[in-house]
Structure formats: C-alpha cells, structure tokens
C-alpha cells in the first residue's frame, strides 16, 4: 500500500541536506517497525521517493514523501503515531494520506509551491522602517510589472528568462507571530511558483528580482526562506506548466489531497 | 516552536562546508538541562566529525558517562579548516554540540588519541576551546584535560598539554575519578591538590608531577614522581569481564554519512596471535570473548534503537571467535531479509568465510582481502604472522571457483631483518596468487583479467612491542625499497593483472617519531601547531616543511628516534607503565623474531607474556 507523508522541518534541521533527510526517514521507519516495501536486487533499498529536494538552509511546514509499506491494513492514524515517535523534534510529521496503488509519485506531480520570505532576526538592523512599511505596496508593483527578466543558471548555461508568468503569487503580508517586543520582523513576503521537473523557480531567484527592482542589494542570508505547501495540478498536461493565464489554466490542489 | 539554541549563526554555518558537523541533535543524542548535574564531560576524537562519530569508544563512554544521573557528557570533533578559520577570526569558543555551550565553562575534556598525526589536531581543539595549551598555564576556571586511547600508551611527546592520561580500558576506573572530583569541586581545595587524587587512582597518570633526566646523548636516564605519594609505576587498566562490561545499546546516529555508518558490535577484545609488529596485539591482551547470547541480545537492541542497515562485527582476529559462525548465520538469517545488510570484517579466507561472504556480498563487486603482511615465508616468521603461502593460494583458489576475481593484498615494508629478496617476495607473491587464478578459472568463466591490488605501508615500530627496540627504516631507504618492489611488480609474468601501492613516506617518517618520542618533543609538536599546522593526518593538509623546521628549531634530530638500535637496556619513555606484558618478554619475542621463529598463539600455548596476573575470568589465559 502506498502512502503520501507530508513533514515539517525547522530549526537546526535546516542544515541537514536532502540526501540526509531521506536517510534519516529511512532509519526512522526501521525504528518504527514499519516495513517499507524493498526493491529488487542484490543491495535493496526501501521504497520511497521524496516530491522535490529542500536546499540547505531553507525550512519547511509541507514536504512530502510517498512510501510502499509491506503491511497494507495499517492505518493513516496508526503510522503517524508510530513514526512521529521516531522524530527528532525538529522534523515533524504533519499528515499521512493513503495512495492508491495507481498514484502517480508526488515528485513527478507537483507544479507549484508556496514559500514565506522573512528577513532574519539579525538582519533587520539592515532594511529599513519604509522596507516593511512598503512592502505589500512594493509586491504589488513587483508583479505588476511588463515582464519579470532573471537569469536562469543551470550546470551548463546562463540564460534570460521571463518568469512573470511563472509567479502565481507574490505579496506582502503580515507576520502573525510578530509582536512589538520580539525580534521577528512586522510582516514578510508570500509567493506562489511553478515547481517541479518542467521547470522550476526557485524562491532565492524572485527575491533577487525582488531587490533589484527596489534597487537594494541582494545577499540570500539576509533571509529566511519558509516552504508552506506543494500543490499538483489537475488539469495536468504530461511535459507542459498550466499558468494561471496559459490556454489550460492551472487547478492547484494541495499534494496530501490529490490521489 | 522553540528553536535549539545554535553556538553558529546562520551566516557561518551556510558558508562552511557540511554544517551538519557542527549542530548535534543526532538520533539518541542525549538531552539533560547542564543545571541539573554536578559535572559536565567534553569528549573529544580530534578529527572531522565523520571519522570521530565513526569511533566505537566514545559512543561507550558517552553511554556509560550519561547513565549517570550526576553527569552531562557530551561531545566534540575538530572544526574543519574552514570553520577553524572563522572561529580564530571571529574568536568564537569552540561548544559542545549536544548543548552548544562553550567546553572552556565544562569540568573536564577528554580526548581519545587512536593515531599520532592527530597531536596537532589535539592542540587546534584545546587551543579554540579557548583553554591554555599547556596544563602548567591552566587555573581554578579551566577544565581538567584528559587522554586516552592506544597513544597514551606513549604519552610522553604531548604530556605538556594533558593534565591527566587515563592508562588502559574506559570502562574501568573513570567512575572513581568523577566522584573524586565531585568531593574536589567545592572543597576549596587546588588544582593541583585534584591532581593528586587523581594520581592515587590506579591507572591514571599526571604527567605534572613526574620529571624526566636525560644522558648526554639523549637517551633518558631516569623518570621518577617528583613528590611524595605518587606511584611510580602506572598500571593499566583492564576489564576483567567483558560479557559484563559497559555496551551501548543506543549509538549516535548521525544525519551525514560518516566513515562507520552502521551498527558495531565489539565480540572481543585482545587479539591471541602476537603478531611482533602489532601494537593492539599487546595492548589489548588478553583475548577476551563476549558471549554469544549477550552480542545477540546487545545486536538486536542497537539495530532496534539506531534503525541502521547494516551491522559489522569488531575485534583484532574475527576469526579467532569461537561462535562466530553461529553469530553470523544467526545475524544473515534474522536481518538480511529486513534489508540489514551484515557487513563482514576482515575473516580468514576458508569455506566458512567464503560461504557467508556470497550469502551477504555481490561477488562480482566484492574483493578478497590478505594480510601477509610479508612476501616470505622467512619474514612471516620473523613478525610472527601466521598466515603461510598455502594458506593464501588454497584460500585464494577456493574463492576463485566461487567466482571471486579480486584480491586485495596488504604488506608492509620497512620491517626489522628485511632484506631485498623479502622485498621482491611480495611481488612474487601477488604474481602466484594471479596465476592461481588462470590454472583454476578456465578461459570461457572469466569476466576479464584477475585484479590483484597489493598495497604496503611503511613500517613504525611501537611501544610495547616487540619490536619496540628495531630501527626504522628512513623514507629513503623505504622509497627504494618502493622503487626496487614497484620494478619487480613490472617483471612478473602476470604484471597486467598485478596493481602496486604504497603509502607516503614522508608521514610514516613522522609517526616514528612521535610514537617513541619523549618529552623533548612537546615543544616541536607545540611550534609545528603555532605555524598554522592541522588536520596532518590528511595528505591535503600535511605541512612536511613545517615539520621539519620544527625539529631544527629546536635542535631536535628526528634520527634519534628512528635510525638507530636501541640497546636492551635502554630505559624508555614509556617504561613507567605497566601494560602487563612485561619488558622481559617482549625482549625474548625480539629475540626470538631474529632467529625467526614462531611462538605459539595463546591458545595453543600460554608463553608467560605477563598478563596472567590481571585474572580476567573468561579470558584466553583462563581457557576462554
């Protein structure tokens, strides 16, 4: 039975790469006592496929993992209560949904995610007061824009790119866990991108395009990048990114309600 | 949520390579609020983090340390250079990573010495901790620095920079020096008074109040306690007991992957063969066996609690455990089908290894291993190793019908009575191991060429060894011998099928100094660190010329050490120590290795090496 994990990860989690985190989940089921179905072959491994790889430094509140489990008569409840005993604190699952066996993987599904963009703690002596005073005024102008040129880089090129389309969301908002006497900033940004294989816009690349167009300089460790959610898409066409304004229209749910 | 306090900012740790090294929170780290106890223990394995975390022995103390109610002990590894940097320039204090605190505000740090190229590693940790280098510098607010491991064996070269060595097995006595220390700590009482009760504790050595006289030419002349009440002698400590001893059942499980990424179970310590070059051989003595039923019981619960896949036995001479085909077809038939892999240790090369190997192991990747050690019957004999020529090609010839077609061998060069005709004997050898492999496999069943890799390093001699007493070789003299092997590698008629390697000269030189030195060198191995030297125990980062300039500096001639004979009455730098076997003995082994015979392994024959009197019940001097 296949079954779609949606997990948090913070704090110092943050610094634990990919690779790491599929090892660490791998390890936590053995824990678990839940049997992950093994592939064939002289070395087997476990059956499991992350949606899309976090880079370092980033958090999460909804990545997701899809596993094969050997025993097909446990229960959503009874996985999470097991395997979330098996987690470090700082790596928390947030749901578990049954897969049919006909479900396509979640890396190959997911079209679009959502981040939050916070200035960090001890960077805010940085930015000024119009920053933040500015900042749902200034998205909106952002996206407002003809087009939104960035540099795309890859392994092998650079090249000019208009993303404008790609930005489904972009806007400022207000920072709920911000009170007058902490040191979290007043609000932050959110966005919504295209993601997954067909192509994928990184949120450090929109805030890049972000500063230039306010014309402040742009350094990624001024900033926290939070993913939110990942979304499939049900008009889904094999090889091809739906938008919100392509001929197909893009129909966003989010990757735990989708089967 | 409440985040975990980090000792690193983000910008640091994003700019560093692997950051994972420097956060903590692994599986099973253990958490306690540093209020809450009365002692805080920083162990330290004085290398990048994947090759510490990868050390057996801490994850035991560190187990045995935190069961107690009274104790925090937590952990650190070297800073990589990149990190190193940052701190110096940033003058941040090297932290603990289970509590991100700074070790300078702990009680005690502890660092296990397992190789002599780390001493400069040992300086950048004591010295980012921000606490003074040299123990005679240290006051009320520094903690206590500790050694451990095979090097304190021979703690002479870096005695100014411990307060105290701990001589012998962890599990021992390391509970009476915490309680001492908590009577100590608010008694009002000196550090040096401390010491002192340090010092009455069997096995615990405070270079501090010993003093060493020198002979005009170098050699020591005599080393006593320098006040009343210190022994005179350390004994070390063994446990008497293993079955009953200390065994983790939670290690650490690292998010990155480290060097030793999988469950260890330690089946027995001590090693029965005397093999004369092998330090570990008489460190460990005697060969002490876990019971089968115990290393199950302790196998299952560290897979359960670690969900590692795979689990690797450990111990001197795996073979020499007497269950260990029950342990291993138990370990395959419980875990292989679960996806535990059962990774084999080095075995000797029979049916019963072979069956195993193609139970758990592709054959076509995996390779058989050899240690010879030497290329002739005669030298194998001269270093007590056991393993002859038809052990090698019977056990070869069996594998290579079993389909095996890759043969690593391991030699050494460099060792006492060698001469150029037991040099050539290696290459020799590999050439009939290769033609074993042609007589035996017909045309049509081979995949290719049969790949023997024969790879030897320099040979150091060490204390407490028989050879103990032989001169090194100088890199010279091994880089011809490298030279004269590698063109007799090309002369074999099977030379295509035959690889040749050799370990760096320049590094094994070094280690011969240091691992017979005295305390002459502190001050070298302290002016090698302040020119910037770390991490010399990798290849990158090894400052040869910083060395060298060293020892010039200060009058020190490295040949004192290496080139040169010493004579039977020599008193060493390390002949304060009692590690059970005695002097006598081990100058009749190397009496005996000239005359190149072999002494029967403690199984067949008790020979009297010394360690009887330690009466480990269920050890191999008491029929074990």
Same mark, same amino acid.
């Given at each position: 039975?296949?079954?779609?994990?949606?997990?948090?990860?913070?704090?110092?989690?943050?610094?634990?790469?990919?690779? #790491?985190?599929?090892?660490?989940?791998?390890?936590?089921?053995?824990?678990?006592?839940?049997?992950?179905?093994?592939?064939?072959?002289?070395?087997?491994?476990?059956?499991?496929?992350?949606?899309?790889?976090?880079?370092?430094?980033?958090?999460?509140?909804?990545?997701?993992? #899809?596993?094969?489990?050997? #025993?097909?008569?446990?229960?959503?409840?009874?996985?999470?209560?097991?395997?979330?005993?098996?987690?470090?604190?700082?790596?928390?699952?947030?749901?578990?949904?049954?897969?049919?066996?006909?479900?396509?993987?979640?890396?190959?599904?997911?079209?679009?995610?959502?981040?939050?963009?916070?200035?960090?703690?001890?960077?805010?002596?940085?930015?000024?007061?119009?920053?933040?005073?500015?900042?749902?005024?200034?998205?909106?102008?952002?996206?407002?824009?003809?087009?939104?040129?960035?540099?795309?880089?890859?392994?092998?090129?650079?090249?000019?790119?208009?993303?404008?389309?790609?930005?489904?969301?972009? +806007?400022?908002?207000?920072?709920?866990?911000?009170?007058?006497?902490?040191?979290?900033?007043?609000?932050?940004?959110?966005? +919504?991108?295209?993601?997954?294989?067909?192509?994928?816009?990184?949120?450090?690349?929109?805030?890049?395009?972000?500063?230039?167009?306010?014309?402040?300089?742009?350094?990624?460790?001024?900033?926290?990048?939070?993913?939110?959610?990942?979304?499939? #898409?049900?008009?889904?066409?094999?090889?091809?990114?739906?938008?919100?304004?392509?001929?197909?229209?893009?129909?966003?749910?989010?990757?735990?309600?989708?089967? | 949520?409440?985040? /975990?306090?980090?000792?690193?900012?983000?910008? %640091?740790?994003?700019?560093?390579?692997?950051?994972?090294?420097?956060?903590?929170?692994?599986?099973?780290?253990?958490?306690?609020?540093?209020?809450?106890?009365?002692?805080?223990?920083?162990?330290?394995?004085?290398?990048?983090?994947?090759?510490?975390?990868?050390?057996?022995?801490?994850?035991?103390?560190?187990?045995?340390?935190?069961?107690?109610?009274? %104790?925090?002990?937590?952990?650190?590894?070297?800073?990589?250079?990149?990190?190193? !940097?940052?701190?110096?320039?940033?003058?941040?204090?090297?932290?603990?990573?289970?509590?991100?605190?700074?070790?300078?505000?702990?009680?005690?740090?502890?660092?296990?010495?397992?190789?002599?190229?780390?001493?400069?590693? @040992?300086?950048?940790?004591?010295?980012?901790?921000?606490?003074?280098?040299?123990?005679?510098?240290?006051?009320?607010?520094?903690?206590?620095?500790?050694?451990?491991?095979?090097?304190? $064996?021979?703690?002479?070269?870096?005695?100014?920079?411990?307060?105290?060595?701990?001589?012998?097995?962890?599990?021992?006595?390391?509970?009476?020096?915490?309680?001492?220390?908590?009577?100590?700590?608010?008694? &009002?009482?000196? /550090?040096?008074?401390?010491?002192?009760?340090?010092?009455?504790?069997?096995?615990?050595? @405070?270079?501090?109040?010993?003093?060493?006289?020198?002979?005009?030419?170098?050699?020591?002349?005599?080393?006593?306690?320098?006040?009343?009440?210190?022994?005179?002698?350390?004994?070390?400590?063994?446990?008497?007991?293993?079955?009953?001893?200390?065994?983790?059942?939670?290690?650490?499980?690292?998010?990155?992957? @480290?060097?030793?990424?999988?469950? @260890?179970? =330690? %089946?027995?310590?001590?090693?029965?063969?005397?093999?004369?070059?092998?330090?570990?051989?008489?460190?460990?003595?005697?060969?002490?066996?876990? !019971?089968?039923?115990?290393?199950?019981?302790?196998?299952?619960?560290?897979?359960?609690?670690?969900?590692?896949?795979?689990?690797?036995?450990?111990?001197?001479?795996?073979?020499?455990?007497?269950?260990?085909?029950?342990?291993?077809?138990?370990?395959?038939?419980?875990?292989?089908?679960?996806?535990?892999?059962?990774?084999?240790?080095?075995?000797?090369?029979?049916?019963?290894?072979?069956?195993?190997?193609?139970?758990?192991?592709?054959?076509?990747?995996?390779?058989?291993?050899?240690?010879?050690?030497?290329?002739?019957?005669?030298?194998?004999?001269?270093?007590?190793?056991?393993?002859?020529?038809?052990?090698?090609?019977?056990?070869?010839?069996?594998?290579?019908?079993?389909?095996?077609?890759?043969?690593?061998?391991?030699?050494?060069?460099?060792?006492?009575?060698?001469?150029?005709?037991?040099?050539? &004997?290696?290459?020799?050898?590999?050439?009939?191991?290769?033609?074993?492999?042609?007589?035996?496999?017909?045309?049509?069943?081979?995949?290719?060429?049969?790949? %023997?890799?024969?790879?030897?390093?320099?040979?150091?001699?060490?204390?407490?060894?028989?050879?103990?007493?032989? /001169?090194?070789?100088?890199?010279?003299?091994?880089?011809?011998?490298?030279?004269?092997?590698?063109?007799?590698?090309?002369?074999?008629?099977?030379?295509?099928?035959?690889?040749?390697?050799?370990?760096?000269?320049?590094?094994?030189?070094? =280690?011969?100094?240091?691992?017979?030195?005295?305390?002459?060198?502190?001050?070298?191995?302290?002016?090698?660190?302040?020119?910037?030297?770390?991490?010399?125990?990798?290849?990158?980062?090894?400052? $040869?010329?910083?060395?060298?300039?060293?020892?010039?500096?200060?009058?020190?001639?490295?040949?004192?050490?290496?080139?040169?004979?010493?004579?039977?009455?020599?008193?060493?730098?390390?002949?304060?120590?009692?590690?059970?076997?005695?002097?006598?003995?081990?100058?009749?082994?190397?009496?005996?290795? /000239?005359?190149?015979?072999?002494?029967?392994?403690?199984?067949?024959?008790?020979?009297?090496?010394?360690?009887?009197?330690?009466?480990?019940?269920?050890?191999?001097?008491?029929?074990?």
């Amino acid at each position: 039975m296949k079954y779609r994990i949606k997990f948090s990860k913070h704090g110092s989690m943050k610094f634990i790469g990919h690779l #790491d985190v599929m090892r660490y989940f791998q390890k936590a089921f053995r824990r678990s006592k839940i049997e992950v179905k093994l592939s064939e072959g002289f070395s087997p491994h476990q059956i499991m496929s992350f949606a899309s790889p976090l880079g370092i430094g980033l958090t999460t509140d909804g990545d997701y993992l #899809d596993v094969t489990l050997v #025993d097909d008569t446990l229960t959503t409840d009874y996985i999470f209560e097991k395997l979330q005993a098996e987690m470090n604190g700082e790596i928390n699952l947030v749901h578990v949904s049954e897969l049919s066996d006909d479900a396509k993987n979640s890396m190959s599904i997911v079209c679009a995610c959502d981040y939050e963009v916070f200035v960090k703690p001890d960077k805010l002596s940085k930015f000024s007061k119009e920053y933040f005073s500015n900042l749902s005024e200034n998205a909106e102008k952002f996206l407002e824009q003809e087009t939104i040129v960035v540099t795309k880089k890859t392994k092998k090129s650079e090249k000019e790119m208009d993303i404008k389309e790609y930005i489904y969301e972009f +806007r400022g908002v207000e920072n709920k866990a911000h009170s007058s006497d902490d040191s979290t900033p007043p609000n932050l940004l959110f966005m +919504r991108l295209t993601s997954g294989s067909v192509l994928n816009i990184k949120p450090e690349l929109v805030m890049e395009s972000f500063c230039k167009f306010l014309s402040i300089p742009y350094d990624f460790l001024d900033y926290q990048i939070n993913r939110t959610e990942m979304y499939a #898409d049900k008009n889904a066409v094999k090889g091809q990114v739906n938008t919100l304004t392509s001929e197909i229209k893009c129909d966003l749910v989010p990757l735990e309600d989708f089967n | 949520m409440q985040n /975990r306090k980090l000792a690193l900012s983000d910008d %640091i740790l994003l700019s560093v390579e692997k950051p994972a090294r420097y956060i903590g929170n692994e599986i099973n780290m253990v958490k306690k609020n540093p209020k809450d106890v009365d002692i805080r223990y920083c162990m330290c394995f004085p290398d990048v983090y994947e090759i510490g975390m990868s050390h057996l022995g801490i994850q035991i103390l560190y187990e045995m340390f935190n069961q107690r109610d009274d %104790i925090y002990c937590e952990r650190v590894y070297s800073p990589w250079p990149d990190l190193d !940097k940052i701190m110096r320039e940033q003058n941040i204090p090297l932290f603990a990573l289970e509590s991100q605190d700074p070790i300078k505000d702990f009680d005690f740090l502890g660092i296990t010495l397992q190789y002599e190229m780390c001493y400069t590693n @040992v300086l950048q940790v004591i010295d980012l901790a921000q606490i003074p280098l040299k123990a005679c510098d240290r006051g009320m607010d520094d903690p206590f620095v500790m050694g451990g491991g095979p090097c304190s $064996y021979n703690p002479e070269p870096i005695a100014d920079f411990f307060d105290i060595f701990y001589i012998g097995e962890g599990e021992t006595v390391f509970y009476d020096l915490m309680d001492k220390y908590k009577e100590w700590k608010n008694s &009002g009482k000196s /550090r040096e008074e401390f010491l002192f009760m340090a010092s009455q504790i069997e096995g615990l050595y @405070v270079p501090l109040f010993y003093d060493a006289e020198y002979n005009e030419d170098g050699t020591l002349k005599s080393f006593k306690p320098n006040r009343e009440g210190v022994p005179e002698t350390i004994v070390k400590q063994v446990v008497t007991n293993l079955t009953d001893t200390f065994y983790p059942r939670k290690p650490l499980v690292p998010y990155i992957k @480290v060097t030793q990424d999988r469950v @260890v179970l =330690e %089946i027995q310590r001590g090693c029965i063969r005397g093999c004369r070059f092998c330090q570990a051989g008489y460190l460990y003595r005697p060969t002490r066996p876990r !019971k089968l039923e115990t290393l199950k019981e302790i196998a299952e619960s560290m897979i359960d609690s670690t969900g590692h896949e795979e689990i690797t036995l450990s111990s001197l001479s795996s073979s020499d455990y007497k269950d260990l085909g029950d342990l291993v077809y138990w370990l395959i038939d419980k875990y292989n089908k679960a996806g535990v892999n059962v990774a084999l240790p080095s075995l000797r090369i029979d049916a019963f290894s072979l069956d195993v190997m193609s139970k758990v192991q592709d054959i076509r990747k995996s390779s058989l291993t050899f240690a010879p050690e030497a290329g002739t019957q005669r030298m194998r004999n001269v270093i007590n190793k056991g393993l002859t020529e038809d052990d090698i090609l019977n056990g070869a010839i069996e594998a290579f019908k079993g389909g095996w077609d890759r043969v690593k061998l391991y030699f050494m060069l460099g060792l006492p009575y060698e001469t150029y005709d037991d040099v050539e &004997g290696i290459a020799i050898l590999a050439d009939k191991v290769a033609r074993a492999f042609y007589d035996t496999v017909p045309k049509e069943k081979r995949h290719g060429k049969v790949s %023997i890799v024969a790879s030897s390093s320099i040979f150091v001699p060490k204390p407490f060894t028989p050879f103990q007493w032989a /001169r090194m070789n100088s890199k010279e003299e091994a880089r011809e011998k490298r030279d004269f092997l590698r063109g007799k590698f090309a002369e074999q008629l099977n030379k295509k099928s035959l690889k040749y390697n050799c370990h760096d000269a320049f590094t094994s030189e070094l =280690e011969g100094v240091l691992a017979r030195g005295d305390r002459k060198l502190n001050d070298v191995i302290l002016e090698v660190y302040k020119n910037g030297a770390i991490f010399d125990a990798w290849t990158d980062f090894f400052e $040869y010329d910083k060395w060298m300039a060293a020892f010039e500096k200060y009058n020190i001639d490295m040949n004192f050490y290496i080139d040169r004979e010493r004579p039977e009455d020599e008193l060493f730098p390390w002949d304060f120590i009692d590690v059970g076997v005695s002097k006598k003995y081990l100058l009749k082994e190397y009496q005996t290795a /000239r005359n190149e015979v072999v002494t029967p392994n403690c199984r067949e024959k008790c020979m009297g090496c010394g360690m009887a009197k330690f009466k480990c019940e269920d050890s191999v001097c008491f029929g074990a």
